[in-house]
């Protein structure tokens, strides 16, 4: 089928649930690396969402070779921040057009102005079509990013919201998302709840896809209320 054509779907591909946990017998310490995901847009753009570790860049070759692509076929590459298990595998994508850090946009040496107004509404399209967009959803840190893939394969709107969630568990249980660290609760309360309600689902920063229910959502928008 041709590129742009409308009977295709943005592909939204979770290559590798990511993991939070604390190391055994030891409070001080933990275990963590970020869900990994690819977007293949229907215009040909590759997008790959938050890299893992440094120690992970054979095994993002792998998955990555798992659906016929190699690091050279990746377009953009998008860090939801700039946290080590979330920027880890970048150096792999030597060939993508731009690297986005969280808010900070980039090629080489060269620094972009996306995202430069400031303004909280500022968006970035990262297809032809701009149906995959970047945004900023601070909160974890104030320069976190999200991607929202509309036209997806899975039927609806699909958010990849990095730390923003960090599973699905922490919409019940608000401690998951305090102890992973936040520089505003507030901000991060008000975006959650936005991202719940402009998306079907979730792809967070330490655990496997979910779709967003409407009880999902009640309890998003009480939170930010109460906040």
Known sequence: MALNDPTLRNQVIVLQD???????????????????????????????????????????????????????????????????????????????????????????????????????NEELALDSNAEVIVRRSPGHTLSCVSVIVDNSQLGGRVGITGDLFERSEDIDDESIWKDAGSESEKLQRAERNKMAHICDFIVPGHGPLFPVTPSMRSKLKEDASSA
């Open 18 to 120: 990511g993991y939070s946990r604390q190391e055994d017998g030891d409070e001080s310490t933990m275990r963590a690396n970020c869900t990994c995901t690819l977007v293949r847009c229907r215009d040909g753009t590759n997008v790959i969402v938050d890299t893992m570790t440094a120690w992970d860049g054979e095994h993002l070759r792998s998955l990555l070779g798992e659906h016929g692509l190699g690091v050279e076929d990746i377009q953009v590459v998008v860090c939801s921040h700039g946290h080590s298990d979330h920027i880890g595998s970048n150096y792999l994508f030597q060939k993508a057009r731009m690297h986005l850090v969280g808010a900070c946009a980039s090629h080489r040496d060269l620094y972009m102005n996306h995202f430069g107004s400031g303004e909280q």
